[in-house]
């Protein structure tokens, strides 16, 4: 039997299995960062006219010295811990305490399983609305969810992983992506270019990524059914303790702790109505040190914080409920269980954060960049089409190397966004150009180590299969990336030939 499933393995799992444990990886990682460093090192012309960037020798004294100086820096800037470590802290204790496994338990009882695929991966999508808070709520819960249904919960997790970070680019109302990308392209347009920008910055792609929404939602779905679970099949799991849910009726006792968390969670919401009137949740401007007026939204800045209080709250009235917690000493000690899978993501940020730095620091990130540039300009490509695919192509390429989609835009958006439209002839507008780069910088960042919550995946994974590894994850996730690249770039095509609007 054994000789049977080790068979049907594909290549890319074997390839993925057979790389070495995830902080060792980043160690071999670092290795080939240096080294790379040293063979292009020095001072290179940037595709934009006129501009330079240096890649420094990361194997020199001085490159050696800002590594050694810079690794517990490194470890506490690693961009998702401080968020990861309230997040987690916040959905475990909800899971200590046990108002998850009802919660589970209602929405598996109330809705139908054929649905509860293409729901998750829905909200998913959709979650970027909330920033980052997909990563950390939702993935747990959906393998939880699949937990119970008694299905393999790698399966739920993978989904909901393709979902928020895959699908980060979709939504149906406008994400704080989308302001960032599109401020970015206004700049290009009137600083650059020297024109009038017409459109909003905000909405620009906003037709076009609410249809993308409805059709991710099915390409992940479809995806996920014929593909995905025939590859989790290979991987046995263990329910955690807490964990061994049956999707059932709620016992008397689990319906009166539901009733109390409902009443926490309505009181908090409250709380929070009255403080964003109060103007202490309210969007404010602020100016900062170089007097640049700054627009904040104390909501969806701190998202992480507030879902967590609307997870803990109702857990604590939930435990009191149900017996689960009697004093401040038994809360104390939920607590402290629930920091259990910080341990792992501690270590991963040590190793993970000084990749991320180093390969900053080092300039190779703007190398990798202004290369695929130079490549796409270096083709000469008259069709708009085929010009439009290499360019999804080449951004998708560029985003294995970078991982901040405002960071890459930065840098290529003043080459590509007036390259194209010179080159189409006007034909192609800025919208059309962002929405490309969108398609590109959703498709493959879930294939990445430079994708910063690689680690938070691994940890809620981990909990069900102890030796799954980052190449597990990546290999595992390869169809979903293969299957919106293709499928979304095909959609995009499509969208752009009949002439319709990107936004309003």
Known sequence: MEKEKQQKIGLIEKIGSSLPESNILFLILIALIMTASFFTQGSHEGVREGTTYTVLNMISLEGLRWILYNIINNFRSYPPLGIVIVG??????????????????????????????PVLVFLGINSSVASDAGYIVLIPLAGALYAG?????????????????????????????????????????????????????????????????????????FTTKKFIEKRTAHYDYVLPAEESIEIGKLNPEEKKGLKKAGISLLIVVIVFTALYFAGVLAPFETSGDNGVIARKNPILDNIIVIMVLLFVFPSISYGKAVGRIGNTKE?????????????????????????????????????????????????????????????????????????????????????FVPMLITVSGGSLGPDQVQAAYRVADSSTNIITPLM??????????????????????????????????????????VWLGLGLPFGV
Do not use: C
């Open 149 to 221: 249904l008694g299905r393999n919960p790698l399966t739920g997790m993978l989904a909901a992983f393709a979902a928020v970070s895959a699908g980060f680019g979709a939504a149906l109302i406008p994400t704080p992506g989308d302001g960032l990308l599109g401020t970015i392209t206004r700049g290009v347009i009137e600083d650059t270019m020297g024109g009038v920008f017409t459109l909003n910055e905000v909405t620009m792609n906003l037709i076009f990524m609410i249809f993308s929404t409805f059709m991710l939602t099915v390409v992940i779905s």
């Open 452 to 493: 910063t919550y690689m680690g938070v995946i691994l940890v809620f994974a981990k909990r069900y299969i102890p030796k799954f590894e980052i190449g597990d994850l990546i290999s595992v996730m390869v169809p979903y990336s293969i299957a919106i690249l293709l499928s979304w770039t095909a959609f995009f095509l």
């Open 331 to 415: 809360y104390i000690a939920l607590t402290t269980r629930a920091m259990s899978d910080m341990a792992y993501i501690m270590v991963f940020a040590i190793f993970a954060g000084n990749f991320l730095a180093i390969f900053s620091h080092s300039g190779l990130d703007r190398f990798v960049s202004n290369s695929g540039a130079r490549l796409l300009i270096s083709l000469n490509i008259q069709n708009d089409y085929v010009l439009m695919v290499m360019f999804i192509l080449i951004s998708g390429f560029i985003n294995l190397f970078m991982g901040s989609a405002s960071a890459k835009w930065v840098l290529l958006a003043p080459v």
């Open 88 to 117: 987690v802290i916040g959905f475990n204790f909800a899971e200590k305490v046990g108002i998850l496994g009802s919660l589970i338990k209602l929405v598996g009882k109330s809705t139908p399983e054929r649905l509860i695929l």
